[in-house]
C-alpha cells in the first residue's frame, strides 16, 4: 500500500466512521409513530457487513473469492525463495570466505629483497660493503598445507551451514505457506458463521414478531452478528499478515493471488524413534558441528607445527670497496624455540577441540529438545486431526444434518438448527488450526527443525569458538 | 316449499325409509308416526344413485320426535320433551339385540376362555412399538403388543379371571379402575399386593356387579404416563334405553417425545404426542355412523396431567353417564364441548342427523398439533427451504434478511406451516377404508388429539365400508350434493395429496 492509497483509505475509514455516527444518531431522532412501530416490530437496530468501514476490509482473499484463475503454489514460491532469500545468498557468501581465507592461508611468503650498504665511511669510502640481498622464507614442517586445509575445512562448515539455512528458509516458507492456506479456510469458515449469525437474527427478528423472542433477545443477535463480522475482519488481517510474511520469506513483493494446496499430512505417522536417529545423525546442525571438529583437529595439527622454526636463507652479491673485491654474502637464519614454543595457543587450539566435542553434544542435546518439543505439537494435533476426522466433525456434521432433517419435518426450531451448524463450523476452524499445527510439525520435523529463515546465515565459526589468531593461519 | 322440492328432502326420505326397513319388525309406539306431509313426496328424483335400502328388516323406527328430526338438524319443540335434541331416539338396533358391538378403533379385543365358572383373560404387560402416524414408531409400554392395552369386554355379573404376566425389567401391578371389587384384587401396589416381579405371573378375579365404562392400568405412575393402560367395557345385562346403533371408545393419552426420538420422556411437565387409541391425528381412523343412527362415544382421557375440553362438530350430544355410573335421564346435560379430566370417562349420545364429515376433538389448541415448533426460519421465508441446507452440508446458503410483506404485521407467522408429508406417509394415511371420498386435502388440517365422525347416507356409508378405490372427494361432493349447497362447492386442490 502506498502513501497515497493509505490517506485514501484513512479517509475513507474515517468517512464511515462520520457516517456510522450520523446514521445511529440519525435514528435517534424523534421517528414518526409509524416509524417506532416498524422499528420496533420489525426493524431493530443492526448493522450489517455492508456497512463495514470500508478501507478496513481486505477482500478476494479466500478461495474462490479471487477472479483470476492464476494461483500460487508451493512449489513456485520455494523456487522463488531459492533465488531471492538474502539468508540463501548470505550463506553462499560465506563459503565463498571461507574458501577465500584457504587461498590466502595456502599462499607462499615473499622473498625479501635489500640493498646493503655497511660500514659506510670507512677509509673514505662509501661503505666497505654495498651490494644487494635476496631473502626468502622456507616454511617448514607444512604450515601452509595445513592452514589451507583447515580453512578448506571451515568451508566445508559453511556448507553445511548453507544446507542448514536452505532448510531454515524452506521449512519457513513451507509453514507459512500452510498458515496462509490454513488462513484462507478459516476465513471461509468464518464466512460460514457470519451467515449463520445473520441468521440467527432474521430468526431472532422472526420471533420477535410471534412474540416468542424480546428486545433483550434482538440486543444479543444484533451484538452477536456484530461480533461475528469483527471476526471475518480478524480472519482477513490474517491472510493479509501471513501473505506479507510469506511474501517477506519468499524474499520478493508478490502480487496477491489464492493460494492452491492441501493442509493435509504428506507422510504417515512420524515415528519418534526413527525421526530421532535421523536428526542426530543427518542434520546439517549436527555435520557442521562434526566437520567443525575436524576443522579444530587440524588447528591443534597446525599450531603443534607452528614452533618449528622457519629457515630464513638471504644472499647476495656485492662490492668491497675496502678490498677493491666483488663478494658474495649468505645468511642462514632461523628462530630458537626457547621461550615461545606456541604452548599457549596449542593448549588453546586443544581447549578448542574439546569445547568442540562438547558443541556437538550440546547440538545434539538441543536438537533432542527441540524434537521433544515439536513431536509433542505434532502428536497432539495428529491425534486431534484423527479424532476430528474419524468421530468429532461426521458427528456434529451429522448432528446438524439430523437438526435440519428434524426441522423439515416440524419437529425442531430453526434455533436448534443454527446452534448444530455453529457448533459443526467452530469444530472445522479448530479443525483447521489443527491440520496446521501437525503440517508446521511436520515440516519441522522432516526439515531437521530449521526455521527462522530471515535470521542471518551463520558462519563457520559457532557461538563460543575460541579464535585468538584473527590472520589467517 | 324449499324442503318439498329440494332433492335433500328427498334424500332425507329415501333414507327414512331405508331406516325404516333397517328396523323391520318392531312394533310402532303411540308417538311413532310418519309426518304424512313427507310420506307424500314421490321418491324418484333427480339424484343419480338414490340410496338403496339395503337393510332388509322392516323398519318402525320413526324419523320425527315431537319436532326432532334424526336425519336432519334439529332440536325439537320443547326441552322437557325426552326427545329434545333426540335425548330418547332410540337407535335403529333394538334392545332384544343386546348391546352394540363396541368399537375401539385401532385397538383389539382381548379374547378369554371359560375356566371355572370365570371369563378367564391374560395380560402381557409389556414395552410396545407403537406407530402414532406413518413412520413415527415410538417405544412406549402397554400389554399384549398394543398401548393402549387391548379391551376387555364383559357383561354384568361376569365373574373374570385375569392372569397378568410381567415382562417388563421392573415390578408393575394392574388396578381395575373403578370397579368395587375385594380389597385383595384392587392392584394398588405394596398396599394390597406385593408387586409383580419381572417374569412373574399373578392372578386376579372377581366378581362384576356393575355395569358402564372402566379402564385397567398400571399402578405405578410411569408406566401409566407410558401408556399402560386399556378399556374394561362392562355391558349392562339390561341394555340401556334408548338402544344405540354405535358404541365408540376413544383413550385420549399425552406423551413427550423429543425429536429423532422415540421414547417419550415421563418426567416431562410438558407434551409434543398426542394419541387417540395410540394414533395421532391424521392417522387416527375416523368414526362412521349410518345417517339417522344413534350413537354412543366413550371417551377416556388417559394424559398424564392434560385435561381436555372434546368438542363434536355438527351435533349436539347428551352426556349420558361418567366413568362412575351411568347418569339417570334426568340428569342427562346437552353438550358441545365437555370437560374430561385425567383418569375420567364420559359418554356422550347423539343422533347423527346431520351428514358429513366432522371433527370431533379436543379443543386445547395445542393438543390439536402433533408437535409444536415455532414457526421460524426458512420454513416461512421466501425463496428459502431446507432442502437447499441439505444439498451441501458443509456451507450453508446466504440469508435474505429482508422480509415478506406479511411480515409488517405483528404476530405473523401464526399458522403452522405444518409438517412435510411425504409421499409414503400421505399413502399410509389414506390406504384406511374409513377415509375413502373424503376431501383431498383433509389430513392438513387433522392432527394431535383430533378424528372424525363421518356421518354417511346408507348408499355412501356401502361404497366407503364396503367398496374399494372411491375417489378423492367423491363422498364429500356427494354429501354437498344432497346436503348443502352444490353452487358454492369448491373442489379441494388435488395437489400432491399421495396415491
Ligand atoms: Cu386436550
Known amino acids: 500500500m502506498d502513501g497515497n492509497l493509505f490517506l485514501k483509505t484513512l479517509a475513507q475509514v474515517a468517512t464511515a466512521i462520520c457516517l456510522l455516527a450520523s446514521s445511529a444518531s440519525g435514528q435517534e431522532l424523534a421517528p414518526t409513530a409509524k416509524q417506532k412501530i416498524e422499528q420496533l416490530l420489525t426493524e431493530p437496530n443492526d448493522i450489517g457487513l455492508d456497512t463495514a468501514a470500508p478501507g478496513t476490509r481486505w477482500d478476494g482473499l479466500a478461495i474462490g473469492q479471487s477472479n483470476a484463475a492464476e494461483v500460487h503454489t508451493l512449489n513456485g514460491m520455494l523456487e522463488l525463495a531459492a533465488r531471492s532469500n538474502p539468508t540463501i545468498l548470505q550463506a553462499q557468501y560465506q563459503i565463498t570466505g571461507q574458501l577465500a581465507k584457504a587461498q590466502q592461508a595456502g599462499l607462499y611468503p615473499n622473498p625479501m629483497i635489500a640493498y646493503i650498504a655497511e660500514n659506510i665511511g670507512v677509509e673514505g669510502t662509501a661503505g666497505e660493503w654495498q651490494g644487494a640481498e635476496l631473502e626468502q622464507r622456507f616454511v617448514t614442517a607444512g604450515k601452509l598445507q595445513l592452514s589451507r586445509d583447515k580453512y578448506l575445512q571451515r568451508a566445508k562448515v559453511a556448507e553445511h551451514l548453507a544446507v542448514a539455512q536452505q532448510f531454515r528458509v524452506c521449512n519457513d516458507v513451507r509453514i507459512h505457506y500452510y498458515q496462509t492456506l490454513a488462513a484462507q479456510q478459516i476465513l471461509d469458515l468464518q464466512k460460514e458463521l457470519l451467515k449463520t449469525a445473520e441468521d440467527d437474527l432474521a430468526t431472532t427478528r422472526e420471533m420477535f414478531n410471534a412474540g416468542q423472542a424480546n428486545q433483550v433477545d434482538l440486543h444479543r443477535a444484533n451484538s452477536e452478528l456484530r461480533r461475528q463480522q469483527l471476526s471475518v475482519l480478524q480472519a482477513e488481517n490474517r491472510i493479509r499478515r501471513e501473505f506479507l510474511q510469506l511474501s517477506s520469506l519468499v524474499g520478493m513483493e508478490l502480487a496477491f493471488l489464492p493460494l492452491s494446496g492441501d493442509l493435509h499430512a504428506a507422510s504417515d505417522l512420524i515415528d519418534y524413534d526413527t525421526v530421532a536417529q535421523r536428526v542426530l545423525s543427518q542434520s546439517p546442525e549436527i555435520l557442521a558441528a562434526h566437520s567443525k571438529l575436524r576443522e579444530d583437529q587440524i588447528t591443534i595439527n597446525r599450531e603443534s607445527v607452528e614452533w618449528v622454526p622457519d629457515v630464513i636463507v638471504g644472499g647476495g652479491v656485492g662490492r668491497n670497496f675496502e678490498a677493491n673485491d666483488t663478494t658474495g654474502a649468505l645468511s642462514v637464519r632461523m628462530e630458537l624455540p626457547i621461550y615461545d614454543r606456541n604452548q599457549g595457543t596449542y593448549r588453546q587450539a586443544q581447549a578448542d577441540y574439546i569445547r568442540q566435542q562438547k558443541e556437538i553434544r550440546r547440538t545434539e542435546m538441543d536438537l533432542k529438545m527441540r524434537l521433544a518439543m515439536q513431536y509433542e505439537t505434532y502428536l497432539s494435533a495428529a491425534q486431534h486431526v484423527l479424532t476430528y476426522e474419524e468421530m468429532i466433525l461426521p458427528q456434529l456434521k451429522q448432528a446438524y444434518a439430523t437438526s435440519l432433517q428434524s426441522y423439515k419435518e416440524d419437529r425442531l426450531a430453526w434455533p436448534h438448527v443454527l446452534h448444530s451448524y455453529r457448533d459443526y463450523t467452530l469444530r472445522r476452524i479448530e479443525y483447521t488450526d489443527q491440520l496446521l499445527a501437525r503440517r508446521t510439525s511436520e515440516v519441522l520435523i522432516n526439515g531437521f527443525l530449521l526455521h527462522g529463515g530471515l535470521n542471518p546465515a551463520p558462519g563457520a565459526i559457532p557461538p563460543g569458538h575460541l579464535d585468538a589468531t584473527p590472520n589467517p593461519r | 316449499m324449499e324442503r318439498e322440492t329440494s332433492p335433500r328432502r328427498h334424500f332425507i326420505k329415501s333414507g327414512m325409509l331405508a331406516a325404516a326397513s333397517l328396523a323391520a319388525g318392531k312394533t310402532l309406539s303411540a308417538q311413532e308416526q310418519v309426518d304424512p306431509e313427507e310420506a307424500a313426496v314421490p321418491q324418484a328424483g333427480p339424484i343419480a344413485t338414490p340410496p338403496a335400502a339395503s337393510n332388509t328388516k322392516e323398519g318402525t323406527v320413526r324419523d320425527q320426535y315431537d319436532g326432532f328430526s334424526r336425519f336432519k338438524p334439529s332440536r325439537g319443540n320443547d326441552p322437557d320433551s325426552d326427545y329434545y335434541l333426540g335425548k330418547l331416539v332410540p337407535g335403529f338396533r333394538s334392545t332384544e339385540e343386546g348391546p352394540a358391538p363396541f368399537v ?23 414395552n410396545v412399538r407403537r406407530e402414532f402416524l406413518p413412520g413415527y414408531e415410538m417405544d412406549v409400554w402397554g400389554y399384549n403388543g398394543s398401548m393402549p392395552g387391548p379391551t376387555i369386554e364383559v357383561t354384568q355379573g361376569d365373574r373374570v379371571r385375569i392372569i ?41 378375579e372377581f366378581d362384576i356387579h356393575e355395569a358402564g365404562t372402566f379402564f385397567y392400568h398400571s399402578h405405578v405412575a410411569m408406566q401409566e404416563a407410558f401408556g399402560m393402560v386399556g378399556w374394561f367395557i362392562v355391558h349392562p345385562k339390561k341394555v340401556f334405553d334408548p338402544p344405540v346403533d354405535r358404541d365408540f371408545g376413544l383413550i385420549f393419552q399425552n406423551f413427550h417425545i423429543k425429536a429423532n426420538q422415540t421414547i417419550s420422556n415421563s418426567w416431562a411437565m410438558d407434551w409434543s404426542w398426542h394419541t387417540i387409541n395410540g394414533r395421532s391425528g391424521p392417522f387416527t381412523t375416523p368414526l362412521v355412523v349410518k345417517h339417522g343412527e344413534r350413537v354412543r362415544i366413550r371417551l377416556l382421557d388417559f394424559s398424564p396431567m392434560q385435561h381436555h375440553p372434546i368438542h363434536l362438530h355438527g351435533h349436539t350430544f347428551w352426556l349420558t353417564g361418567r366413568e362412575g355410573a351411568r347418569t339417570p335421564k334426568s340428569a342427562w346435560i346437552p353438550r358441545n364441548t365437555e370437560l374430561v379430566g385425567v383418569a375420567q370417562a364420559a359418554e356422550f349420545e347423539f343422533i347423527a342427523n346431520n351428514p358429513g364429515d366432522w371433527m370431533f376433538h379436543c379443543h386445547m389448541v395445542h393438543h390439536m398439533m402433533n408437535h409444536m415448533v415455532e414457526q421460524v426460519g426458512p420454513r416461512i421465508r421466501e425463496g428459502a427451504n431446507v432442502d437447499a441446507y441439505m444439498t451441501n452440508l458443509d456451507q450453508r446458503p446466504p440469508v435474505d434478511m429482508k422480509h415478506s410483506e406479511g411480515f409488517a404485521t405483528p404476530g405473523y407467522p401464526q399458522g403452522m406451516q405444518g409438517m412435510q408429508m411425504s409421499e409414503k406417509f400421505m399413502k399410509a394415511i389414506w390406504s384406511r377404508r374409513e377415509v375413502q371420498g373424503m376431501r383431498a386435502t383433509w ?50 386442490p388435488m395437489m400432491k395429496m399421495g396415491h
Open chain 2, 104 to 126: 375401539a378403533p385401532d385397538l383389539e379385543k382381548l379374547p378369554y376362555v371359560m375356566k371355572d365358572g370365570a371369563k378367564q383373560f391374560e395380560l402381557v404387560a409389556q
Open chain 2, 164 to 204: 397378568v404376566h410381567n415382562e417388563l425389567p421392573e415390578p408393575t401391578t394392574v388396578h381395575w379402575h373403578g370397579f368395587e371389587l375385594p380389597v385383595q384384587q384392587d392392584g394398588s401396589m405394596t398396599l394390597t399386593q406385593n408387586p409383580i416381579m419381572p417374569g412373574k405371573s399373578y392372578v386376579y
Open chain 2, 443 to 492: 389430513p392438513k388440517s387433522v392432527h394431535g388429539l383430533m378424528t372424525l365422525l363421518r356421518v354417511l347416507p346408507d348408499d355412501l356409508y356401502q361404497q366407503v365400508m364396503e367398496t374399494d378405490d372411491v375417489p378423492k372427494g367423491a363422498i364429500f361432493e356427494e354429501i354437498v350434493q344432497r346436503f348443502g349447497t352444490p353452487g358454492t362447492y369448491q373442489k379441494a
